[in-house]
């Protein structure tokens, strides 16, 4: 089976930009997850997509959003980077019952590092 | 706000040695428990999982874990580490409330094994 494929690995972006991160999930998965993982921290949870639809949100602001497509792949994407947008943006894929259907394992990618100049 | 504190930036061991990783959380509900592990060059997988039953956990490569509700706890042992055991383990909590899974990880412990 395909695993968690992000694209694109590696992006340098200005103050002010905006940028769009893709992320195929899992086959057979319906659930993305996106985090954030700045230098020397854990993951961060920025949202997550089941079937299209927004299932929960962490404490990050408006200009992150992102979305679902019926192939279940997902973007995510940052308006007015600010240089603290730096860090490394992981992608996790889960194959869900319901919205409610929390506890299946994730599928991590590699990653998207996105370095703000 | 519920956070997760591991104890331990870097621990450096020799192959054999015993290995326990510390990991606390600050959440007094029901909690789903795991610790993720990166290997250089390799993206988060998942190494073990509580969520409820007996609160020692069996994970792969011969890790374990025990849950001690009481000190919010749930550290990572190992009897015997190898090289290969070198890599990132992160502590990772989802409280009981939340419908989505929204993992809150620790900010990670750096194992390194000296051959």
């Known amino acids: 089976e395909t695993g968690v494929t992000q694209s694109p690995t590696h992006l340098i972006k200005t103050r002010g930009q905006q940028v769009t991160l893709r992320c195929s999930s899992q086959?057979?998965?319906?659930?993305v997850s996106w985090y954030q993982q700045a230098l020397g921290q854990g993951p961060q949870f920025i949202f997550q997509?089941?079937?299209?639809?927004?299932?929960g949100r962490g404490n990050f602001p408006p200009r992150f959003s992102g979305l679902q497509f019926p192939n279940y792949s997902s973007e995510l994407n940052v308006n007015a980077l600010e240089l603290d947008d730096s860090a490394l943006y992981l992608c996790a894929s889960s194959k869900q019952g319901s919205r409610f259907d929390s506890n299946q394992p994730q599928h991590f990618g590699d990653g998207t590092r996105l370095s703000i100049l | 706000a519920q956070s997760v504190s591991q104890h331990n930036h870097h621990v450096i061991l020799s192959e054999a040695a015993s290995l326990e990783l510390g990991c606390n959380y600050s959440?007094?509900?029901?909690?789903?428990l795991f610790w993720y592990v990166q290997y250089p060059g390799q993206h988060l997988q998942l190494l073990l999982k509580y969520f409820s039953g007996d609160p020692l956990v069996k994970g792969i490569k011969g890790f374990e874990a025990e849950f001690i509700k009481s000190k919010f706890s749930f550290n990572l042992r190992k009897p015997s580490v190898q090289w290969s055991d070198t890599a990132e383990y992160f502590c990772a909590v989802k409280p009981g409330y939340s419908s989505a899974s929204k993992i809150i990880f620790g900010s990670g412990t750096r194992l390194s094994i000296r051959p």
């Open positions: 997509y089941y079937r299209e639809e927004e299932n």
């Open positions: 086959s057979g998965h319906n659930t």
């Open positions: 959440y007094g509900g029901t909690v789903n």
